[in-house]
């Protein structure tokens, strides 16, 4: 079956640190990409998208990803995290009408 | 505030009982998306429509049955409710259907407790 995975549950960072989020997917074929944020109390928000093109994808806040086909992989970036980046991570898939997503990585900055 | 509205916000109600859950796209989207999110089964797209047609369908239970209406509102209604449906219940819409750029923009969600 389709899947996405998120192999990290929980992270917890301290303030200026790096940040990568890990994203695989099992889809053949064309796949759009998707990372979602979710901040304490608040819906769902889109971070970036990847259709086609470019595999390094900038998205909103400073946060970035890359689409490495081969690996199947589409791996959330932040060079330096924020205290108010503290959220839930949700990385998506859409093939053929067919959405899934991955089971959240929980992010905890430390201020 | 994405412009998509959720009413309820939340709902107690007990196993057996059926239930209504209504979104309002922004102004403009043509699509209406649902989406589960539990703690054991993490977040699920349930289905779509389009300018009043289902377009895509995921894993949503045969007791769950939705619908968008002339005005692009949307319904879902939840039958025979069960203990393991308790959830937040999403909606987002967008101007184009599932596979096209446009973006989803996600409503507050209806928190749904069955008792």
């Known amino acids: 079956a389709q899947s996405v995975s998120q192999h990290n549950h929980h992270v917890i960072l301290s303030e200026a640190a790096s940040l990568e989020l890990g994203c695989n997917y099992s889809?053949?074929?064309?796949?759009?990409l998707f990372w979602y944020v979710q901040y304490p109390g608040q819906h769902l928000q889109l971070l970036l998208k990847?259709?086609?093109?470019?595999?390094l994808v900038k998205g909103i806040k400073g946060f970035e990803a890359e689409f490495i086909k081969s690996k199947f992989s589409f791996n959330l970036r932040k060079p330096s995290v924020q205290w108010s980046d503290t959220a839930e991570y949700f990385c998506?898939?859409?093939?053929?009408?067919?959405?899934?997503f991955g089971a959240g990585t929980r992010l905890t900055v430390k201020p | 505030d994405s412009g998509v509205t959720q009413t309820p916000k939340h709902l107690i109600t007990a196993t057996g009982q059926r239930v209504t859950l209504r979104c309002s796209p922004r102004?403009?989207?043509?699509?209406v998306y649902w989406y589960q999110q539990s703690l054991d089964q993490g977040l699920q797209f349930l289905i779509q429509?389009?300018?009043?047609?289902?377009?895509a369908k995921g894993n949503i239970l045969e007791r769950f049955s939705a619908q968008q209406f002339p005005d692009l509102h949307s319904e879902l209604n939840l039958s025979s409710l069960e203990l393991g449906d308790s959830a937040l219940y999403f909606c987002?819409?967008?101007?184009?259907?599932?596979?096209?750029?446009?973006?989803?923009?996600f409503g507050p969600g209806t928190r749904l407790t069955v008792l």
């Open positions: 889809y053949g074929g064309t796949v759009n």
């Open positions: 429509y389009y300018n009043g047609e289902e377009r």
């Open positions: 998506a898939a859409v093939n053929n009408n067919d959405m899934r």
């Open positions: 990847y259709f086609s093109g470019d595999p």
């Open positions: 102004s403009g989207d043509l699509s």
């Open positions: 987002a819409s967008s101007v184009a259907a599932l596979g096209s750029t446009d973006t989803q923009y």
